[in-house]
T-cell receptor, first 110, second 118 residues
Framework: RKEVEQDPGPFNVPEGATVAFNCTYS??????FFWYRQDCRKEPKLLMS???SGNEDGRFTAQLNRASQYISLLIRDSKLSDSATYLC???????????FGQGTTLQVKP | NAGVMQNPRHLVRRRGQEARLRCSPM?????VYWYRQLPEEGLKFMVY????????ESGMPKERFSAEFPKEGPSILRIQQVVRGDSAAYFC????????????????FGPGTRLTVL
């Protein structure tokens, strides 16, 4: 079993839709989690850190469920520009070493 | 405030040659990480360095790969005697590695070096 797993998708949604991605992790010692966005042939860009209390940044909301060992990303009112691959990552036991999932591809259609 | 800088952006090498990839972290960041992304695969951790120290190299192949982060100058990832399987995008990330606070270990990525081995 991979340490961090994501549904690769693709998720095809119309503009304005709400879409949610989940990511499961197997290492319960992981402390810090992050969502990154990666456009084709570009570097990953940090979207948001994920806290136990949940955090929100505009249309994006991230949640961490330690009991069930998953993190989620909710995107409201999808825009065409949200089309990208979304990567979740965990910091294995606070070592500084990020373990990434395979990424979930989102396509927002007009 | 300049972000993480990497050069070259594209590098072509023939089998058996050496590849040197450079990374300058963001201003104020003293922690550097290297990751590799093979075509159609996810990002894989390679090595974590601080100035003059290798903290974790558990993701580095045992042979031909080495990394350094000298007191002065950029971090270097060196691949000797490259093979076709080394063709990939190599990303460098940096963090301030704060040990407390909510932004613990947020890593910011450079644009990457795309290595092609002919």
């Amino acid at each position: 079993r991979k340490e961090v797993e994501q549904d690769p998708g693709p998720f095809n949604v119309p503009e304005g839709a709400t879409v949610a991605f989940n990511c499961t992790y197997s290492n319960s010692a992981s402390q810090s989690f992050f969502w990154y966005r990666q456009d084709c042939r570009k570097e990953p860009k940090l979207l948001m850190s994920v806290y136990s209390s949940g955090n929100e940044d505009g249309r994006f909301t991230a949640q961490l469920n330690r009991a069930s060992q998953y993190i989620s990303l909710l995107i409201r009112d999808s825009k065409l520009s949200d089309s990208a691959t979304y990567l979740c990552a965990g910091d294995r036991s606070n070592t500084g070493k990020l373990i990434f999932g395979q990424g979930t591809t989102l396509q927002v259609k007009p | 405030n300049a972000g993480v800088m990497q050069n070259p952006r594209h590098l072509v090498r023939r089998r058996g040659q050496e590849a040197r990839l450079r990374c300058s972290p963001m201003k104020g960041h003293s922690h550097v990480y290297w990751y590799r992304q093979l075509p159609e695969e996810g990002l894989k951790f390679m090595v974590y360095l601080q100035k003059e120290n290798i903290i974790d190299e558990s993701g580095m192949p045992k042979e031909r790969f080495s990394a350094e982060f000298p007191k002065e100058g950029p971090s270097i990832l060196r691949i000797q005697q490259v093979v076709r399987g080394d063709s990939a995008a190599y990303f460098c990330a940096s963090s301030p590695r704060r040990t407390s606070g909510r932004n613990y270990n947020e890593q910011f990525f450079g644009p990457g070096t795309r290595l092609t081995v002919l």
